[in-house]
Nanobody, 116 residues
Framework: VQLQASGGGSVQAGGSLRLTCACS????????MGWYRQFPGKQREPVAT???????NLSDSVEGRFTVSRDNAKNTVSLQMNSLNPEDTSVYYC???????????WGQGTLVTVSS
């Protein structure tokens, strides 16, 4: 299984970006897809996740600004980021937790830079 993320870049504060992650194959059974981010010197932290059953979890810091969605037919998960602020500047990682297989997969990081 490989995860390929796209959509990072630079934007001014208040702007929007959309990240998309494509999974190379369909994962059968229960799983969780989503996004984490990592600030310099800090551990990777969850931003937004969505289960195969459609349950969504957003971190408090992005609630009301970010939305996460998945397309199971296309094996993709997307993160729509609105009202971005400089504190959102980070490397964002696509994430897949295959609960049945007991494995976690990570995509390559994609940098999001928000300037004030």
């Amino acid at each position: 299984v490989q995860l390929q993320a796209s959509g990072g870049g630079s934007v001014q504060a208040g702007g929007s970006l959309r990240l998309t992650c494509a999974c190379s194959e369909s994962v059968s059974g229960p799983n969780v897809m989503g996004w984490y981010r990592q600030f310099p010197g800090k551990q990777r932290e969850p931003v937004a996740t969505v289960t195969s059953g459609g349950v969504i979890n957003l971190s408090d810091s992005v609630e009301g600004r970010f939305t996460v969605s998945r397309d199971n037919a296309k094996n993709t998960v997307s993160l729509q980021m609105n009202s971005l602020n400089p504190e959102d500047t980070s490397v964002y990682y696509c994430y897949l937790n295959d609960l049945r297989g007991g494995r976690i997969y990570w995509g390559q990081g994609t940098l999001v830079t928000v300037s004030s």
